[in-house]
């Protein structure tokens, strides 16, 4: 067993698309046309001949360089092809350069790790809904406020439709976020834009829309597949859509349109108790993935990223 770290241009795309689809922990986020339109730059630890990879997802910053989760990439991590131990996933986690001064890095629900000396373990929560029952005994699992929610939003009159051009998608979530999520910048709006374009030309996502009785967009969401489980990646309400729970409909038809089939709604879970009590309204379990944590850049770089944070609020 050899795990080689290797740059970008060492990794054999090919290879490495085909450990992801064989694995059996793949996820979307993990293939190599995904990274590439969400990093500016990847390397990777892989074992022999693609047995089992990870991503190292780095920046660099003022000479420094570390390891950053990336916009639209919830989990990453180790994926395997064959059964994957605590002590693989470990050995990977101390193969990473130690030229890597910061990481802060989310691995996969499957990743299941023991201490280990200098890194820092939080867990996270996503939600998730399987769909291989039918939509009635789905629907039954309801929470009477999300059903309570439904009813009104249906006495509202909202539809919904899964078709929606990509920049009516990016021009309502520019303006509907823009107040809630003060960190997308004009470059993550077009990372949004190309995963859209790329989810949509190869049939690994769809758009959704719902609109009022007056034919207003209210609210929209997009959803990506692979691995037998489709994310919940972006959805965003207008002030209107919010107040006539546009969202609860939308995602009540998603479910109704793909129940019974052997998959899994991911929701990416939050840890904000609002948002989190919306997914689990639905039915959704709490599952949790590790995130890894190492700090060891210098004294002065750390007090300058606090001042700058405080600068922010």
């Avoid at 500016?40 to 997802?57: F, G, R, S």
């Avoid at 989990?75 to 130690?98: A, D, H, N, W």
């Avoid at 107040?243 to 409909?249: H, S, V």
Wanted: with cysteine; glycine share 4%; hydrophobic share 40%.
């Amino acid at each position: 067993m050899k795990i080689n770290y290797l740059k970008y241009v060492e990794i054999n795309p090919v290879k490495w698309d085909k450990c992801i689809n064989t694995s059996f922990n793949g996820v979307i986020y993990a293939y190599s046309w995904y990274l590439n339109i969400v990093c500016d730059e990847w390397d990777a630890l892989v074992l022999d001949d693609y047995k089992a990879v990870m991503p190292l997802t780095h920046k660099k910053k003022f000479g420094l360089n570390y390891l950053l989760q990336p916009f639209f990439t919830q989990q990453l991590g180790v994926f395997s092809t064959e059964k994957l131990s605590s002590s693989l996933v470990e050995e990977f986690l101390k193969r990473i350069p130690r030229k890597y001064l910061y990481i802060e890095i989310n691995l996969n629900i499957f990743n299941k790790l023991k201490p280990i000396q200098g890194l820092k373990y939080d867990y996270y929560p996503t939600h998730q809904l399987d769909l291989i029952n039918s939509y009635e005994l789905i629907h039954k699992s309801y929470s009477t406020n999300t059903q309570r929610n439904l009813k009104e939003a249906r006495a509202k009159k909202i539809s919904i439709i899964n078709s929606l051009t990509i920049n009516e998608f990016i021009d309502f979530v520019r303006q509907n976020l823009k107040s809630k999520i003060k960190l997308f910048s004009e470059r993550e709006y077009d990372t949004l834009r190309m995963l859209c374009s790329m989810l949509l030309r190869n049939k690994a996502g769809e758009l959704f829309a719902a609109y009022t009785d007056q034919n207003e967009l209210c609210a929209v969401s997009l959803f990506a597949y692979a691995h037998n489980k489709s994310i919940y990646l972006m959805g965003a309400s207008s002030a209107e859509g919010f107040e006539n729970k546009a969202m609860f409909l939308l995602i009540d038809y998603f479910i109704q349109k793909n129940a019974e089939h052997n998959s899994t709604l991911d929701f990416e879970g939050s840890r904000i108790e609002g948002i989190a009590r919306f997914y689990k309204g639905f039915g959704a379990r709490e599952v949790n993935y590790p995130v890894v944590k190492r700090n060891k850049f210098p004294f002065f770089f750390n007090l300058a990223r606090k001042i700058r944070a405080k600068l922010k609020q």
